[in-house]
C-alpha cells in the first residue's frame, strides 16, 4: 500500500487550521487590548502629572501645542507644553484658548463633545479628512490647528483681522463665503458661534493626539513643524 502523503491527509488540514483559527483568535484578543490602551483619552490628571498619552484629555486645550521633528522616531510628533531638549512634552507651557488657559475638564470634555458632534452634523467628511477617514476634496483637517496660515503671521488671520487663532478659526467657519481662500470654497453650513468655538476645539485636541506622523505631507508645509 502507497504512503499516503501528509499533504493529502485531511486531519493534517483540520488540525492545522483549528491551531492557526486559535493563534488569530488570541492575537485578535491581544490587539485589541493594545489598541483600546492605545486610543483610549487621558484626563487631566494626567497632563498635570506629565504623562504622554496617545490620546491626550480634553483640557489639552490649556496647553501650547507644537509640532516637532523626533529625531529618534523619524517623523514629527505633537510636543504638549513645551520640548523638555529630547523631544518629549513638558506640559508646562500653557496657552490661553478664547482668552482663557484654565478650562476644566467637565467644560473641555464638554467643549470637544459639541465639536465632535458639530463635525458629523455638520458631515466635514464629506470633503475633509480627519484622522484618516473622509474624503480629499477639501484640506486635512487632522493638524489644522498647527497649519501656520492660522497663526499670528499667517494669511487667514490677517484676512479675517482677529487676533488670535482660535477666533480667525471660528471666524471663518461662520462665514467661509467672506474668505474665499481658494477654487474650491467652503459652503456657509450655517455654524452658530458656539458651534465653531466646540469645532475648533475639536480640532486642537485632534492636533495633539500622536497619530505616528499621519499625514504624512502635513511636515512639508513651510513653518508647520516647531509650530512656527
Known amino acids: 500500500m502507497a504512503k499516503k502523503s501528509v ?7 483540520q488540525r492545522s487550521a483549528a491551531w492557526i483559527t486559535g493563534f488569530a483568535s488570541v492575537l485578535l484578543i491581544w490587539l485589541t ?26 483640557t489639552v486645550i490649556n496647553y501650547k501645542i507644537t509640532y516637532e521633528m523626533s529625531s529618534k522616531r523619524g517623523h514629527e510628533v505633537p510636543i504638549i507644553g513645551g520640548n523638555d531638549g529630547q523631544g518629549m512634552s513638558l506640559f508646562q507651557e500653557k496657552e490661553k484658548f478664547f482668552g482663557r488657559d484654565d478650562w476644566s ?3 473641555a470634555t464638554e467643549l470637544l463633545h459639541l465639536g465632535k458632534l458639530g ?8 470633503c475633509h479628512t480627519l484622522l484618516g477617514n473622509g474624503a480629499y476634496y477639501a484640506p486635512d483637517l487632522t493638524k489644522a490647528w498647527l497649519d501656520p496660515q492660522w497663526g499670528p503671521d499667517g494669511s487667514m488671520q490677517a484676512m479675517t483681522g482677529k487676533n488670535t487663532k482660535e477666533e480667525a478659526m471660528a471666524e471663518f467657519l461662520q462665514n467661509p463665503s ?6 474650491r470654497m467652503m459652503p456657509n453650513l450655517g455654524i ?9 476645539a475639536f480640532l486642537k485636541h485632534m492636533s495633539s493626539i500622536d497619530t505616528n506622523g499621519f499625514p504624512r505631507n502635513f511636515g512639508k508645509i513651510e513653518g508647520a513643524v516647531h509650530g512656527k
Open 7 to 13: 499533504w493529502s491527509d485531511n486531519r493534517f488540514w
Open 33 to 58: 487590548f493594545d489598541t483600546m490602551a492605545q486610543i483610549t483619552i487621558g484626563t487631566d490628571s494626567d497632563l498635570k502629572n506629565g504623562v504622554t498619552k496617545r490620546v491626550p484629555g480634553p
Open 105 to 107: 475638564e467637565e467644560e
Open 119 to 126: 463635525s458629523q452634523v455638520k458631515n466635514c467628511m464629506n
Open 178 to 183: 467672506k474668505y474665499p481662500t481658494h477654487s
Open 192 to 200: 452658530t458661534a458656539e458651534e465653531a468655538k466646540g469645532l475648533v
